[in-house]
């Protein structure tokens, strides 16, 4: 049965061209699946490292010592194909940049 309404599914896209917010978007879906890259890489309790945000084709993690700086850097690749799996974002992270705190 059709009542005549329009699926929020629909209107979203409508909704985040009109009001110029595609890079917004775009950079917080890297964000959620760069986290879902950590937990499948380092594992689910893993709180150290953390992918903080997305801009200019670079995903930028923090991390809490060295030694996880150096195995986020070993698994850079890897962190990037995982994020290229979604049809929608492949080809939007060039580089991961780690920081240590």
């Known amino acids: 049965m059709d009542y005549g309404f329009t699926q929020l599914k629909d209107l979203l896209p409508k909704a985040v061209n009109k ?3 595609n890079r917004e978007v775009r950079a917080a879906m890297v964000r959620d699946k760069a986290r879902k890259a950590v937990v ?5 309790e893993n709180y150290s490292v953390r992918p903080m945000f997305f801009k200019n084709g670079i ?3 923090e991390v809490d ?3 996880f ?3 986020v850097f070993m698994k850079k690749e890897e962190i990037i ?3 290229d799996e979604d049809l929608a974002l492949k080809g939007q ?3 991961v940049k780690i920081r240590v705190l």
């Open 81 to 83: 194909n995982f994020i």
């Open 69 to 71: 700086s150096q195995e």
């Open 65 to 67: 010592d060295a030694a």
């Open 19 to 21: 009001y110029g917010l």
């Open 93 to 95: 992270v060039k580089d």
């Open 59 to 61: 995903l930028h993690i």
């Open 40 to 44: 499948r890489i380092f594992g689910a």
